[in-house]
């Protein structure tokens, strides 16, 4: 079937600890709480499935409001993870 993506999905933080052990970032994935918080406090989360496995994720956090009519929503994303196989 492919990689499907998806937008605030519900993701475990035991899911997304193997990601971002495949994928080489440093993270504390040995706090597994502390990584649940991240997910738990993000305003939107996209990720990458490959069948009911999780291969990729990025996060954000934002405003959901403009700066101005010609700008981008404010906010921070993180860098995009996703496992040495699917790269």
Request: net charge positive.
């Amino acid at each position: 079937m492919g990689i499907v993506y998806k937008y605030n999905e519900p993701v475990g933080a035991e899911d997304v600890i193997q990601v971002f052990k495949k994928s080489g970032i440093t993270r504390p994935v040995e706090q597994k709480e502390r990584i649940q918080k991240m997910l738990d406090h993000a305003n939107i989360i996209l990720t990458a499935w490959d069948d009911d496995k999780l291969v990729g994720i990025a996060r954000a956090l934002t405003f959901f409001r403009k700066k101005s009519p010609t700008s981008k929503c404010e906010g921070v994303m993180t860098p995009v993870k996703v496992g040495d196989e699917f790269r």
